[in-house]
């Protein structure tokens, strides 16, 4: 079973700043079946990047995703006040596995 | 818009027995795989049970594998998640996911969740 690890666990940036939030595999992984997810407290998670790269529907360009083999990488190129979150990465595609969050709070 | 709607959800004492649902609407529901995804309080996300478009194929998490039965009524749009011998580590928000195709596992929509607390 794939396990993903994600850090930092918290991070702390101001409105205007770049994000990097990273995701490990514990083994090599399909790159099209890595997604990214955010929740916002009381909210449902909702889809970001499908495919390791793609935007869901209504996903603005600011967010994009990288990476390839056990490290992925979620970048918000511009913070707005709405993406102050919970982001999880996910490994699809015949099964379901979560990495434990990070945590992306106002500085 | 497509909308998901969960029910049921309550405080239950350990061993006994609960049925959630999950109504849905905006989209064709008999064309889609459908997931229930728990998220216990403050805690990750945690992927329970997939039923394939037609119902036919089944899957569960091992946490739950002989305990829940996943369930669907094409044609009234609704899933179901029968939660038998429940226990205390089952407490968590329950939501109902839309497979972003067949059985990718990819989960393009959600439901708001319903909270299943088991204590006694």
């Known amino acids: 079973e794939i396990m993903l690890t994600q850090s930092p666990g918290t991070l702390s940036l101001s409105p205007g700043e770049r994000a990097t939030l990273s995701c490990r595999a514990s083994q090599s992984v399909n790159r099209n079946y890595l997604a990214w997810y955010h929740q916002k407290p009381g909210q449902a998670p909702r889809l970001l990047i499908y495919?390791?790269?793609s935007r869901a529907t209504g996903i603005p360009d600011r967010f994009s995703g990288s990476g390839s083999g056990t490290d992925f990488t979620l970048t918000i190129s511009r913070l707005e006040p709405e993406d102050f979150a919970v982001y999880y990465c996910q490994y699809y595609g015949s099964s379901s596995t979560f990495g434990q969050g990070t945590k992306l709070e106002i500085k | 818009q497509v909308q998901l709607v969960e029910s049921g959800g309550g405080v239950v004492q350990p061993g006994r027995s609960l049925r959630l649902s999950c109504t849905a609407s905006g989209f064709i529901f008999s064309d889609y795989g459908m997931h229930w995804v728990r998220q216990a309080p403050g805690k990750g996300l945690e992927w329970v049970s997939i039923i394939w478009y037609d119902g036919i194929n089944r899957y569960y998490a091992d946490s739950v594998k002989g305990r829940f039965t996943i369930s669907r009524d094409n044609s009234k749009n609704t899933l179901y998640l029968q939660m038998n011998s429940l226990r205390a580590e089952d407490t968590a928000v329950y939501y109902c996911?839309?497979?972003?195709?067949?059985?990718?596992?990819?989960?393009?929509?959600w439901g708001q969740g319903t909270l299943v607390t088991v204590s006694s």
């Open positions: 996911a839309r497979d972003w195709a067949g059985a990718t596992y990819l989960f393009d929509s």
């Open positions: 495919g390791e790269s």
